[in-house]
T-cell receptor, first 115, second 112 residues
Framework: GAGVSQSPRYKVAKRGQDVALRCDPI?????LFWYQQALGQGPEFLTY????????KSGLPSDRFFAERPEGSVSTLKIQRTQQEDSAVYLC?????????????FGPGTRLTVL | AQSVTQLGSHVSVSEGALVLLRCNYS??????LFWYVQYPNQGLQLLLK??????LVKGINGFEAEFKKSETSFHLTKPSAHMSDAAEYFC??????????FGSGTQLTVLP
């Protein structure tokens, strides 16, 4: 594809519901990152994949957050039992490779609103 | 650990005036530094990056930034603001080419 795509673009959930957010990275990109951007704030790191391996999940705020990338391409961020503080824009980014700096290309984000 | 501080959450300039957005970083080792721009309901777009080559970095849309180690700064400038520059700007730092640590952002308004 031309860039990183994310779906859905907008999600409204009732408190306690589970949600799944999808990220389609640029084809061939090895690295994939998830960030959380609260209103009026900069993005904050959640987790990082190299191919299918989740190498860093230190930014996940609780065990209700889970991410996977089973085939090293598409990734899903799942939030269980959503709470109001989970309301944010969730950004996905991919880069060609790791080891040396490579530009991260960002998707448009999924805006999650928990009522 | 690394961190970024952006001074001024809102900056207003007149069209044609100088744009200066401030960024200071904290890092225990030489960092990679970036400026991103975010338009409403869009993802982040890379404006420019510093990766230990030239200290004066030129980016897209006429923006540039200078890495000053003695001041731990990486301020973003543009000589003449255009209406289309109105957006939110984020400074970010990275170590070991992994995840980015972002500042809280600066909303730039360009007045006619």
């Amino acid at each position: 594809g031309a860039g990183v795509s994310q779906s859905p673009r907008y999600k409204v959930a009732k408190r306690g519901q589970d949600v799944a957010l999808r990220c389609d990275p640029i084809s061939g990109h090895v690295s994939l990152f998830w960030y959380q951007q609260a209103l009026g704030q900069g993005p904050e790191f959640l987790t990082y994949f190299q191919n299918e391996a989740q190498l860093d999940k230190s930014g996940l705020p609780s065990d209700r957050f889970f991410a996977e990338r089973p085939e090293g391409s598409v990734s899903t961020l799942k939030i269980q039992r959503t709470q109001q503080e989970d309301s944010a824009v969730y950004l996905c980014a991919s880069s060609l490779r790791t080891g040396t700096y490579n530009e991260q290309f960002f998707g448009p984000g999924t805006r999650l609103t928990v009522l | 650990a690394q961190s970024v501080t952006q001074l001024g959450s809102h900056v207003s300039v007149s069209e044609g005036a100088l744009v200066l957005l401030r960024c200071n970083y904290s890092s225990s080792v030489p960092p990679y530094l970036f400026w991103y721009v975010q338009y409403p309901n869009q993802g982040l777009q890379l404006l420019l990056k510093y990766t230990s080559a030239a200290t004066l970095v030129k980016g897209i849309n006429g923006f540039e930034a200078e890495f000053k180690k003695s001041e731990t700064s990486f301020h973003l400038t543009k000589p003449s603001a255009h209406m289309s520059d109105a957006a939110e700007y984020f400074c970010a730092v990275s170590l070991a080419a992994r995840q980015l640590t972002f500042g809280s952002g600066t909303q730039l308004t360009v007045l006619p």
